[in-house]
């Protein structure tokens, strides 16, 4: 099947032609056009393989069928929960939608950033607005933009949404819709949570599942290294400059641990940048674009600051640290053999990540590749010692001391960020089962 066999119109297709693209994945193949018809559909497709062109292809083509000059509504609403994914939806917004005549106009809002710049932005009007949750309540809140002509909504990575607890935003957001409007929502899984919510959202779906649940893409090889959890930097270090690895995505599983790991890279002479919801997102967007480009080799980051990164000949995934949730596994080694180029993603797994090792191989059904490191004895590695942390500041109280009510709000219900400072900070703590509780900041 190619792309011209889809019924898109001659605009809209010299948008993919330019963009390389000649047949579309399993999942446009099947998303674009029920998407084209109207109908409402609840679709599950591996990471990269392709669901923002799937859904944004068929809204710009239906919006450009009643196209708008002055006073714009808002027509389209595309819901994310990270501003890295925000933007790169908005990208491909503007990108698909570039030979359209007369052009839609787009715009993307979340938070980390001054809000009065979204507001002016917004103040002619919008066909298709991209926004993380927290940040468009802000606006709507602030009389900025209205969402009561809306014909299509979209709840992009609607399971990590939910998981990140934006059920309460969501539903702030339902209830500005009107009640008669078509509803996409692209998920990599369908848990019980997404299948509740598609219930209240969803008219009569077209269900579209283009792979197995929680499989891993067979364009990855994996490996795991086994290795003492001090002597982790010093295998990361030693990989990288034995095998002359230029572009690497290292996870962490916390804030703290990719601060570390960047500093220790950087002393070793590799060009790091942390990226993760402490960052501002001048620091987030930079971090992004260097290692995009080449300048900066090994970019670490927390699975929420992931969300979003999507570079299609990323050739190497390093997991520093094991998630504690196995699906989060399948999500990390997704960033990797996309478009059909083939991937690498090792972990590197000290002895208290075997039962988070074992769930993972119960998860993709089937055991992870244990290599010897060449060249490497961990008994070798002196240990540097940890810098002491600062001392934890009472129970209730802020970083400058303020009552922590008085600093929570809509602060975490931007994407992983700030509400209207420049801080960025605020990237919403991971739900985990109790029993996985763990301190640190993810």
């Not at 809204?59 to 450009?64: A, E, G, P, T, V």
């Not at 002619?124 to 009561?148: I, N």
């Not at 009510?405 to 990237?427: C, I, K, L, P, V």
């Amino acid at each position: 099947m190619s792309f011209s066999s889809l019924g898109l119109t001659p605009e809209l297709q010299r948008a993919v032609d330019d963009a390389g693209y000649t047949e579309p994945s399993p999942i446009q193949a099947k998303a674009i056009p029920a998407c084209l018809e109207g109908r409402d559909v609840l679709a599950a497709a591996q990471t990269g393989t392709g669901k923002t062109a799937g859904f944004t292809l068929p809204i710009l083509q239906r919006l450009s069928a009643r196209a708008y000059t002055r006073n714009r509504p808002v027509r389209a609403l595309i819901l994310a929960p990270t501003r890295e994914l925000a933007a790169q939806v908005h990208e491909s917004v503007e990108r698909y939608g570039q030979y359209l005549n007369p052009r839609l106009k787009s715009e993307v809002v979340f938070g980390g950033v001054k809000i009065n710049p979204q507001i002016e932005r917004l103040r002619d009007g919008v066909d298709v607005l991209v926004a993380c949750p927290g940040r468009l309540l802000d606006l709507v809140g602030q009389r900025a933009v209205r969402l009561d002509q809306v014909e299509t909504l979209v709840l992009d990575e609607a399971d990590r949404m939910l998981d990140m607890g934006f059920l309460r935003d969501i539903k702030r957001v339902l209830a500005l819709l009107p009640a008669k409007r078509q509803n996409l929502l692209f998920s990599a899984t369908f848990s019980k949570e997404i299948r509740t919510l598609t219930q209240s959202i969803l008219n009569d779906p077209v269900t579209i599942e283009v792979a197995p649940r929680n499989a891993a893409a067979e364009s990855v090889a994996q490996a795991v290294y086994k290795v003492p959890k001090p002597a982790k930097s010093a295998l990361l270090i030693h990989l990288i400059k034995q095998h002359e690895w230029k572009q690497v995505l290292v996870f962490t599983a916390t804030k703290h641990m990719a601060n570390r790991v960047t500093q220790r890279l950087e002393k070793a002479g590799i060009s790091a940048a942390a990226i993760h919801g402490n960052k501002s997102q001048n620091a987030r967007t930079n971090a992004l674009a260097g290692f995009k480009s080449g300048t900066v080799e090994v970019l670490v980051a927390t699975d929420v600051a992931a969300r979003g990164i999507d570079i299609s000949q990323l050739p190497n995934v390093i997991n520093f640290e094991l998630p504690n949730v196995p699906a989060d596994y399948v999500h990390r080694i997704g960033r990797t053999g996309r478009a059909g180029a083939s991937g690498q993603a090792v972990s590197l797994v000290s002895p208290d990540e075997q039962d988070q090792l074992r769930q993972i191989e119960r998860l993709i059904s089937k055991p992870i590749e244990v290599i010897a490191p060449e060249g490497f004895d961990p008994s070798s590695v002196v240990v540097e010692r940890e810098p002491e942390r600062p001392p934890r500041q009472p129970r209730g109280q802020g970083r400058r001391g303020a009552p922590q009510s008085a600093r929570s709000g809509t602060d975490q219900r931007n994407g992983g960020n700030g509400n209207s400072g420049n801080s960025g900070n605020g990237e919403r703590r991971r739900r985990r089962p109790s029993s996985q509780a763990q301190n640190g900041n993810r």
